[in-house]
Structure formats: structure tokens, C-alpha cells
Nanobody, 125 residues
Framework: QVQLVESGGGSVQAGGSLRLSCVAS????????MAWFRQAPGKEREGVAA???????RYTDSVAGRFTISKDNTKNTLYLQMNNLKPEDTAMYYC???????????????????WGQGTQVAVSS
């Protein structure tokens, strides 16, 4: 059974940085596609960043150049480095694992994947 546990969220001022981590267990980590999603109250869910098994990455436009997704297969851990945070980045952030590529942006399907419990990020102006 796939298990994902996120950490690293918190409260920061605009312009600050946070690094989210997601530790995975229960499956062969390197065989899965991974992504970070977020959802703010009253807003639709959004795929923020994704990384394929071969390490290729993609980002939604609003975070490109500020966020970096990476993974360490030896530690079964996915990361999201978030720099120059903005108030509109405030949301619950979720780690997602799937056997097929995960897309980024709004209205993308990801319910077929395994989800963590989320970690809260709050950015104040």
C-alpha cells in the first residue's frame, strides 16, 4: 500500500522560502511518477510541479522559475523547493504518486494516484 507523508509547510512572509518533503513507502519509489498539487480554500485543485521517472520536470506557469521539484530515489523522498513565495501560493500542498505521468495546471486529473495528507503553506504580505 502506497503511503506518502508530507512535511515542511509553515508560515512565511512574501519573498521567503520553504522546502517541502514527501517521504514515500509501500512501493517501488523509482517506478512512480510524482507531483505536488495544492488547493486553497474556495479554489480548484492545481497541479503545481511534476517529475517523471526519468527526472524530467514540468511546472505550472504561476510557479515556473520560483519552484523546483526534485527527488532522491535513495531516500524515497520527493522535494519542492519554493522560493520568492507570494500570498497567492497560500494553500494546502499534497504529494501525489502515480503509475502514469501527472499533469500540471488546473482541472487536471489525479484522483487515480495516491495522495498524502497534505502540509499547509501560508504566505503573508
Amino acid at each position: 500500500q502506497v503511503q506518502l507523508v508530507e512535511s515542511g509547510g509553515g508560515s512565511v512572509q512574501a519573498g521567503g522560502s520553504l522546502r517541502l518533503s514527501c517521504v514515500a513507502s509501500g512501493y517501488t519509489y523509482s517506478s512512480y511518477f510524482m507531483a505536488w498539487f495544492r488547493q486553497a480554500p474556495g479554489k480548484e485543485r492545481e497541479g503545481v510541479a511534476a517529475i517523471d521517472k526519468d527526472g524530467r520536470t514540468r511546472y505550472t506557469d504561476s510557479v515556473a522559475g520560483r519552484f523546483t521539484i526534485s527527488k532522491d530515489n535513495t531516500k524515497n523522498t520527493l522535494y519542492l523547493q519554493m522560493n520568492n513565495l507570494k500570498p497567492e501560493d497560500t494553500a494546502m500542498y499534497y504529494c501525489v504518486a502515480a503509475l502514469i505521468p501527472l499533469l500540471v495546471g488546473r482541472n487536471v486529473k489525479a484522483d487515480f494516484g495516491a495522495w498524502g495528507q497534505g502540509t499547509q503553506v501560508a504566505v503573508s504580505s
